[in-house]
């Protein structure tokens, strides 16, 4: 099985059976389209490239395929009944905890928090009803994870105390572990829910852009009003320092209008954060400039982090 596909000016070939990757030129990769359904003469009557070009190409392709490296054979295709007939096991769930947000992000993919449609909050019932789902599909693995997202999870916090209870009855009877993780913006964190926090949740995410400029500017407050970046830093540098450092991380989105990124990361640690992770927006496919300039940056940025570390 072939996959081709063209990204950032590279013909990509990839032969999915072998795990092999190649990047190839256009005779080659227009070679490779027709090399098994037509023989070499028709694809010379078919492709405008010299007769050389195409015939070296061929060759090339042929070669590869002996080694192995291109249209191997799918040497686990007998198993496939087999392992449709297998009972599918679930090992982790994302729980979509609330359907509401406090904040107005910019880039989120609910239209800065309005979701243009009706805010909602989910039940106990659900939640314990998702927990049941998880156990009875899990099979024999011991250890589930459960990650409590929206919106924003605090906004339901009552409802997330509930859902860990019922989630630390099932364990011993059914023989499991939930490792839980708590995903937030920051803004309702207290310290109720940072004990809870420290108690129960296996690893805690927590959203930030970087630099107050850049924070606030794709992070604002609902009302537009206030600082961000001035409510929820404390309390990330408490809860860090509760959990010693480990089991969580701040996690910022970065986009065009900070493709110097690097100045956030390092922010973030020189406000004394162990553990940063940045991702980049998602642009639709029509604004593929703007992802190949974000790519590029991406590598700079990298660059730059690395030789300062």
């Given at each position: 099985m072939i996959h081709q596909y063209k990204n950032n000016g590279y013909n990509i070939v990839m032969d999915v059976c072998s795990g092999a990757i190649h990047v190839v030129d256009d005779v080659t990769y227009d070679v490779i389209a027709l090399y098994e359904e037509k023989s070499l003469e028709e694809i010379e009557n078919e492709l405008s490239y010299s007769k050389e070009d195409i015939e070296e190409a061929y060759k090339e392709v042929t070669s590869l395929k002996e080694e192995g490296l291109l249209f191997t054979e799918d040497i686990y295709e007998?198993?496939?009944?087999?392992?449709?007939?297998?009972?599918?096991?679930?090992?982790?769930?994302?729980?979509?905890?609330?359907?509401?947000?406090?904040?107005?992000?910019?880039?989120?993919?609910?239209?800065?928090?309005?979701?243009?449609?009706?805010?909602?909050?989910?039940?106990?019932?659900?939640?314990?009803?998702?927990?049941?789902?998880?156990?009875?599909?899990?099979?024999?693995?011991?250890?589930?994870?459960?990650?409590?997202?929206?919106?924003?999870?605090?906004?339901?916090?009552?409802?997330?105390?509930?859902?860990?209870?019922y989630g630390r009855s099932l364990e011993e009877k059914h023989n499991k572990h939930f490792r839980f993780t708590l995903t937030t913006n920051g803004v309702l964190l207290n310290d109720e829910i940072m004990e809870f926090a420290n108690k129960e949740m296996d690893n805690v995410v927590l959203s930030i852009d970087g630099r107050k400029e850049v924070n606030d500017r794709m992070r604002p407050t609902r009302n537009h009003a206030g600082s961000t970046y001035d409510i929820i830093v404390p309390k990330y540098k408490k809860i860090a320092d509760s959990r010693n450092q480990e089991r969580y991380y701040v996690r910022g989105t970065f986009t065009h209008n900070n493709l110097d990124f690097s100045k956030d990361v390092l922010h973030l640690a020189n406000l004394g954060f162990k553990e940063i992770s940045v991702e980049p927006v998602v642009a639709p496919s029509s604004h593929m400039q703007l992802r190949k300039k974000i790519y590029q940056h991406f590598l700079m940025n990298m660059t730059s982090l690395q030789r300062k570390s």
């Open positions: 007998d198993y496939i009944k087999e392992v449709k007939s297998r009972k599918t096991v679930v090992k982790a769930l994302c729980l979509h905890i609330a359907h509401d947000c406090n904040l107005a992000c910019r880039y989120c993919f609910a239209e800065e928090g309005e979701y243009k449609g009706h805010r909602e909050l989910m039940s106990a019932k659900v939640g314990k009803a998702a927990l049941d789902f998880l156990v009875a599909n899990s099979g024999n693995r011991h250890n589930l994870e459960v990650d409590f997202f929206g919106g924003e999870p605090t906004m339901n916090f009552g409802v997330v105390k509930e859902v860990v209870e």
